[in-house]
């Protein structure tokens, strides 16, 4: 019994820790009853989707998930959807309201294909808890024949609701205003692309060594798709990920590159898992860092698309650059004892001066007569004592063999 009890409390535990993450999802789907117009639909779930969090004073995206459409009569080209929600945020406003362009209807049939459309969240500078978005009437017509509408109204009292995080915890949703370099007729830029963006500091940095930060970024649902445009380059092509830094001594901003996936033109991008990015302090001190731009292309200094971070509301990330100082003791000490030629002189100096003030101590008389060079002849003496002791006993050994010859004779 007490396994079982551990067992559902273990299960309980599960259930709690779960509950919430899947609720943190910003996404509900809400029920419409629609009649008259081009769309024979007479009832749809219409799902609206937002980022988890956003950041007072910026924007965010939310997408109106609309979903597959029958229409009465088949259009005779080919044309798109248009589709008009009225929204009333609370904590916010739409910088966008109106119509927007949905899904294609393709030429001759009937049945169209779920599509979605994005307005513009604008949360109230210094707001704080949650903005809160209640979905109303929705208006569904087709771009060739808009005087013809199909009006869907729902009776949900719910809400979509986004919490507004503080910038210092969690992941930073990053709302990055992308546009083509060169310009151009692209319909899919310029684009409101939110990331969520995280930024990995190393465990310890010195000054004057590079310091390896990790950054990650996931585009969030109910984003504009980050899409490649016509042109862009579908042979190695890199995405550039640019960090904003200050203090000890760190440039301004530090650039990384990653190489993206597979590109397929007129396809959502997908950005790389991770991107290293390297900055240089000079001091020691606490460097700063929050998220910088974005570029994707070939080369950082000409990409295809640029996509430009706000200046304002970001979460900062920080870590701490310690002294250098036992880098160069290292690496000089070395230097310093193979360079020196001071032990070797003075070990060679003491060998040879040494014996010298030996010898004369032993063979310099204490009281014997001035002799002019004594015990400092040195080898040449010894040399001259030796060749004389030889000559004598040549001398000694000539005489015995002289007196053995005449005593033989006698």
């Not at 024979?40 to 988890?52: E, F, H, R």
């Not at 310091?211 to 490649?228: E, R, V």
Request: with cysteine; glycine share 12%; charged share 10%.
């Amino acid at each position: 019994m007490g396994l079982t009890g551990i067992l559902a409390i273990f299960v309980g535990s599960v259930f709690v820790v779960s509950t919430p993450t899947a609720a943190l999802a910003a996404t509900k789907q809400f029920a419409y009853t629609c009649s008259g117009g081009p769309f024979s639909n007479t009832s749809i779930s219409v799902g609206l989707t937002a980022p988890d969090t956003a950041t007072a004073g910026q924007s965010f995206d939310l997408t109106v998930n609309v979903p597959s459409l029958t229409l009465t009569t088949a259009p005779t080209t080919s044309t798109t959807v248009q589709a008009t929600l009225a929204l009333t945020p609370t904590g916010g406003s739409v910088s966008d309201a109106g119509a927007k362009t949905g899904a294609t209807v393709t030429s001759g049939q009937t049945t169209v294909p779920a599509g979605n459309v994005t307005y513009k969240i604008a949360v109230t500078a210094g707001a704080t808890g949650k903005v809160s978005l209640k979905p109303g009437e929705l208006k569904l017509a087709i771009t060739s024949a808009t005087t013809t509408v199909t009006t869907c109204t729902t009776t949900s009292t719910e809400v979509l609701d986004v919490t507004i995080g503080t910038g210092g915890g969690g992941d930073d949703v990053v709302a990055y205003d992308c546009d083509l370099v060169s310009g151009g007729g692209d319909a899919d830029y310029p684009a409101d692309v939110n990331i969520k963006v995280a930024m990995t500091p190393p465990t310890s940095a010195t000054a004057n060594a590079d310091a390896s930060i990790t950054w990650t970024g996931t585009i969030q649902s109910g984003s504009d798709p980050l899409k490649a445009p016509t042109g862009f380059p579908t042979t190695s092509p890199k995405m550039f990920v640019t960090v904003k830094a200050s203090g000890a001594g760190v440039p301004t901003t530090a650039t990384g590159e990653a190489t993206l996936g597979t590109v397929t033109i007129g396809q959502a991008i997908t950005l790389p898992t991770s991107v290293t990015v390297k900055i240089k302090p000079t001091t020691t001190g606490t460097v700063t860092l929050t998220a910088g731009d974005l570029a994707f292309g070939s080369s950082a200094s000409s990409p295809t698309i640029k996509c430009l971070a706000p200046t304002t509301g970001l979460k900062t990330y920080t870590f701490t650059v310690g002294s250098s100082t036992g880098t160069p003791t290292t690496s000089s000490t070395p230097t310093k004892t193979t360079s020196s030629p001071k032990p070797t002189k003075t070990s060679t100096a003491t060998v040879t001066v040494t014996p010298s003030s030996s010898t004369k101590k032993s063979k310099t008389p204490k009281d014997g007569a001035d002799t002019g060079g004594g015990g400092e002849a040195g080898p040449d003496g010894r040399m001259f004592i030796l060749t004389g002791t030889a000559l004598v006993g040549a001398a000694a050994v000539g005489g015995l063999v002289m007196r053995r010859r005449n005593a033989t004779r006698g």
